[in-house]
């Protein structure tokens, strides 16, 4: 059966059984779009009309197509595009809330869910609902470019929820392309930067920043010089060099590192790309909360997160004004020694710490971001200090029980549940009890491996 457009053009409703309809590539640019019915929105070459998908009868892409129906404004026909989506296979599934990425070999998900309470003045359509929302379950492009990132897995930990005494959600940013979380802003900052002319990239890092904007760059082909300090170890160094980044070790810690970084950037051409202090990076870890909200059937009843510059918590802030969840409260886990979020906090001011000796050397900026002061005035942060030890006894823990291996700067938020912190926030009553769930930003694993944790075990008597 064939649709006939205003044209004459035909268009094909796919249909099959269960009114489940497999589709030949994604559009993502249509998350958390709004589609009244009946009427026909296009999209990378699909038009939904009401309940119904319609390909283009010359195919997904092609040069004919319907046309939208009479009424729509130009508003709606004008982010239309003719160029299918770069991911290959999806399903729509009608009258489902899509909740999380479902694999179908290389493809992903896609739920469309009619009845939204959006759109009321529109009419009903063939459903006798007033309006499909489709959510997308991909990574939301930026500027029209498929992001670097991808939508990371949110599993339940059954060692972690005994260990806290209520559900722990476990998201998986160690399985990132880059091995971390920043691949979520510091690709978007670098997509934004190839745009506007640049021609290098520089960046400090104490690793995972690194890794990330090396992998952008090879993404867009353009080249990177990433300065890390002597503290980072040879492991960032070697996965540097192999994704093809000039390496240069400047100092002992972070700060120097970004010194140097920051007289690079004088040369024309180059583009200097922060590892945690900037708007764009924000906004691209920002992601990582909107997932979260198509994932989870609530919002969480607290979110633990690692900070070093403060860019996740920027991040994590911003996400969850964004999805309107702004009274979660956020627990914020740093090391001693490398702690100068909790000395920011507490001085109420930035604060500057003298050296970094933490062990965990991807939390190590002796300085955090004004912004991740800011954002503890705009919703409830507590901040939770451990100490190195407990930081790696944690990661070892974690290996033991969940069969992954990560780093120490993710190992801070795992002592903060592993050592029954976050019971005694509730009992003080700076955490609500009982707690609905506990979300953990599993932050990162790229720059650990079990020689290291052996080494790290001994340099700190624990063997």
Known sequence: MFLSGPDNTQCKPLRGPKSICELPFLFPHLLGAHIPSPGHVRAAGIWLAGPHVFVPAGGPGSSTACKTRPG??????????????????CVIE????????RPLGRHLSLWCRAGSAV???????PTGHQSIRCQAMAAQPVGGQKPFHIVSPVLESMSLSKAVGTKVFMKLENVQPSGSFKI??????????????CRHFVCSSGGNAGLAAAYAARKLGLPITVVVPSSSGPTPVRKLEELG?????????WDDANSRAQELAKTEGWVSIPPFDHPLVWEGHASLVRELKDSLEAKPGAIVVAVGGGGLLAGVVAGLQQVGWQDVPIVAAETLGAHSFHEALKAGRLVTLPDITSVATCLGAKTVAARALECARECQVLSQVVEDAEAVRAV??????????????????????????????QSEGRLRSPLR??????????NIHTAQLRALKSRLGLQ
């Open 72 to 89: 729509l404004s130009k508003q709606q026909t004008a982010g239309a595009m003719s160029d299918p989506c770069p991911l290959p296979g």
């Open 184 to 197: 979520r802003g510091i690709g978007h900052l670098c997509q934004d930067a190839a745009k506007k002319g």
């Open 94 to 101: 009608h009258g489902h809330l899509g909740t999380a990425a």
């Open 245 to 253: 980044a000039t390496v240069e070790v400047y100092g002992k810690v």
């Open 396 to 425: 070892e823990q974690f290996l033991d029980e969940e069969r992954m291996l990560v780093e120490p700067a993710c190992g801070a938020p795992l002592a903060v549940l592993y050592s029954g912190r976050l019971q005694r926030l």
């Open 119 to 125: 759109g009321e003045d529109t009419p009903r359509g």
């Open 437 to 446: 769930s506990v979300l953990l930003v599993l932050c990162g694993g790229s």
